[in-house]
Structures are given as C-alpha cells and as structure tokens.
C-alpha cells in the first residue's frame, strides 16, 4: 500500500510564494506517475492542478496554475513537489497529492488510486 505524506501549506499573501513536498512509501514511486489537486473548502469537489510522469519529462498544468506553478521530483527521495507562486487569493484551497500506481505516463489526470491526506493553502488579500 502506498502512503503519500504531505508538507508545507499555511497563510500567505497575495503575490507571495509557497511550496508542498510530498514523500511517498510503501511502493516504487519511480514508477508512478504523480499528480497535486486542490479542493475549496466546502465544495467538495476536487480539481486538478498538475500531473508528472515517472521521469520527470512531461510535466501537465491546469488553465489556472500553468505559469505560475512548478510541479517537480526527485525519485532518488521519493518526494514529488508544487512550487506555486504568484499566488491569488483565488488558489485557496486544500492541496492534495496523488498518484497513479498503474501508470508511469499520464492517460487521465484523474485516474488517481492514492492520496495524500491534504494541506490547506490560505492566500489573503
């Protein structure tokens, strides 16, 4: 079973930066492709924001976070990353790491099989 362990999240203000780490165990996350979505509070409704494949090489933004976020990994550290900057109030959500156990390319950005356990992303005004 693989466990995905986030960190990083918290306030920040508009224009500001902020970064998540996730660290898998219990699999072989080189092969996984990798993913980070967010879910507004109270909407329950979670979006993707960004997806990477097992090496790295392709990389895949929503509208919203293409240009400002960086999705990354290091598969050497199990830890897969969002660098997001240029934050809006608008990117206030919960954050939450996945991966597609099944797949090392991408083929639907939804098809997640284990999450993490989420990080809440405040951007004031």
């Known amino acids: 079973q693989v466990l995905l362990e986030q960190s990083g999240g918290g306030v920040v203000q508009a224009g500001g930066s902020l970064n998540l780490s996730c660290v898998a165990s219990?699999?072989?996350?080189?092969?996984?492709?990798m993913g980070w979505f967010r879910e507004v509070p109270g909407t329950g409704r979670r979006q993707f924001v960004a997806?990477?494949?097992?090496?790295?090489?392709?990389?895949y933004y929503s509208n919203s976070a293409k240009g400002r976020f960086t999705i990354s990994r290091i598969n050497a550290k199990n830890t897969v990353y969002l660098q997001m900057s240029s934050l809006e109030p608008q990117d206030t959500a919960e954050y939450f790491c996945?991966?597609?156990?099944?797949?090392?390319?991408?083929?639907?950005?939804?098809?997640?099989?284990?999450w993490g356990k989420g990080a809440l992303v405040t951007v004031s005004s």
């Open positions: 219990g699999g072989a996350f080189s092969t996984y492709v």
């Open positions: 996945a991966a597609d156990t099944d797949h090392d390319e991408v083929v639907d950005y939804y098809d997640m099989d284990a």
């Open positions: 997806a990477i494949n097992w090496s790295g090489s392709h990389k």
